[in-house]
């Protein structure tokens, strides 16, 4: 069983810069690759970045490629997403999402997913 809990949201301005955490319980932490995952309203939730068990690996959504990292300490259990250059349309709640698989693009295949963190950017 892994819990996981995100945190680092808010409200910022187009351009502005945020960074999402999520903390994972548990010791099999670098057994799962980690994922981030956004809902916006009345849109179906969407891939954004996923990062190995190890950390060698990454994916991004081409939406957020070149604005957007991904990064884990797995001596904390802490992964990362460190959002600049953020849009409008980056609005959405952002949920960090645990997976015995990689890449982890695909909502269904993971395991444990957190509560979510609401992020808006405005124009």
């Known amino acids: 069983q892994v819990q996981l809990v995100e945190s680092g949201g808010g409200l910022v301005q187009a351009g502005d810069s945020l960074r999402l955490s999520c903390l994972a319980s548990?010791?099999?932490?670098?057994?799962?690759?980690m994922g981030w995952f956004r809902q916006a309203p009345g849109k179906e939730r969407e891939s954004v970045a996923g990062?190995?068990?190890?950390?060698?690996?990454?994916y991004y959504a081409d939406s957020v490629k070149g604005r957007f990292t991904i990064s884990r300490d797995n001596a904390k259990y802490t992964v990362f997403l460190q959002m600049n250059s953020l849009k409008p349309e980056d609005t959405a709640v952002y949920y960090c999402?645990?997976?015995?698989?990689?890449?982890?693009?695909?909502?269904?295949?993971?395991?444990?997913w957190g509560q979510g963190t609401q992020v808006t950017v405005s124009s």
């Open positions: 990062i190995s068990g190890n950390g060698r690996s990454t």
């Open positions: 548990g010791r099999t932490f670098t057994r799962y690759a």
């Open positions: 999402a645990a997976s015995l698989t990689f890449p982890n693009s695909d909502p269904s295949q993971s395991n444990y």
